[in-house]
C-alpha cells in the first residue's frame, strides 16, 4: 500500500512563527502536492512540485513556500504564520505520465494560529 | 473558470436506504474522479470514470460520467453505517487532460448514515 506521511497530526502556532509542514511518500512517485482543505471552500491547491527541487504555485500560494529536496519528501513552509492560515493541510502524491493517477493523501495535519 | 458542484451538500439518512450524490459542471472533463474522505482521515479514490456514458460499480456503489462529460453521479444501494464520510469529485479540464496537477474539486456532500 502506498502510504503518504504527515510529520504531525495536530499544530498549533503563535502569529508570526515560521511553521514547517513535512510529507514523506514511499512509492517513488514524482508527482506531490499541498492542500488545504476549509469548511465552504474545499480543497484548494497551495503548490504542486512534479520533480525534485521543481514546484508549480497552485491556486493560494500566498505566504506559503516549499522544498523539495528529495524526491519522497515535500515541505510545507509558512514564512510568517497568520491567523487565516488556520486550517487543515494535505499532503498528496501521485505518479505522473499518461492517463489521470489516482491522488494518495496523508491522513492531514490541522494547524491552528493564534 | 470551471466549477464542480456537489449536491446535496448534506445528507443524513437511515442505514439500508438508497442515495444519489450529483457533481455538475457545465464544462467537459477528460475524466472524473470520486474520493471518499472519512474523519480524521485524507480523501481514499474510490473510481475514476473516463468514457462519456461510462457506468462503474465498486459493490454497492454506481458511479455513471454523464454521457458529455459534465456531470457525474455516484448512486449507493441499502446504505450502511461505514458508508458515512465526505465524498468528493474531482474533473480533470480537457486541455489538462492526464494531469491530475489541475484537477477541480468539489466542495463535497457530507453523508451520515444511521444505524
Known amino acids: 500500500d502506498v502510504k503518504v506521511t504527515q510529520s504531525s497530526r495536530y499544530l498549533v502556532k503563535r502569529t508570526g512563527e515560521k511553521v514547517f509542514l513535512e510529507c514523506v511518500q514511499d512509492?517513488?512517485?514524482?508527482?506531490m502536492f499541498w492542500y488545504r482543505q476549509d469548511p465552504g471552500l474545499g480543497l484548494r491547491l497551495i503548490y504542486f512540485?512534479?520533480?525534485?527541487?521543481?514546484?508549480e504555485k497552485g491556486d493560494i500560494p500566498e505566504g506559503y513556500s516549499v522544498s523539495r529536496e528529495k524526491k519522497e519528501r515535500f515541505s510545507l513552509i509558512l514564512e510568517s504564520a497568520s491567523t487565516n492560515q488556520t486550517s487543515m493541510y494535505l499532503c498528496?502524491?501521485?505518479?505522473?505520465?499518461?492517463?489521470?493517477?489516482?491522488?494518495?493523501f496523508g491522513n492531514g495535519t490541522r494547524l491552528t494560529v493564534t | 473558470t470551471q466549477l464542480l458542484e456537489q449536491s446535496p451538500q448534506f445528507l443524513s439518512i437511515q442505514e439500508g436506504e438508497n442515495l444519489t450524490v450529483y457533481c455538475n459542471s457545465s464544462?467537459?472533463?477528460?475524466?472524473l474522479q470520486w474520493y471518499r474522505q472519512e474523519p480524521g482521515e485524507g480523501p481514499v479514490l474510490l473510481v475514476t470514470?473516463?468514457?462519456g456514458g461510462e457506468v462503474k460499480k465498486l459493490k454497492r456503489l454506481t458511479f455513471q460520467f454523464g454521457d458529455a462529460r459534465k456531470d457525474s453521479s455516484l448512486h449507493i444501494t441499502a446504505a450502511q453505517p461505514g458508508d458515512t464520510g465526505l465524498y468528493l469529485c474531482?474533473?480533470?479540464?480537457?486541455?489538462?487532460?492526464?494531469?491530475?496537477?489541475?484537477?477541480?474539486w468539489g466542495l463535497g456532500t457530507s453523508l451520515a448514515v444511521n444505524p
Open positions: 512509492m517513488d512517485h514524482e508527482n
Open positions: 498528496a502524491s501521485s505518479f505522473a505520465g499518461r492517463g489521470l493517477s489516482p491522488l494518495h
Open positions: 474531482a474533473g480533470a479540464p480537457l486541455i489538462e487532460a492526464g494531469n491530475n496537477r489541475k484537477l477541480i
Open positions: 470514470v473516463v468514457t
Open positions: 512540485s512534479y520533480d525534485v527541487k521543481m514546484k
Open positions: 464544462s467537459v472533463f477528460s475524466s
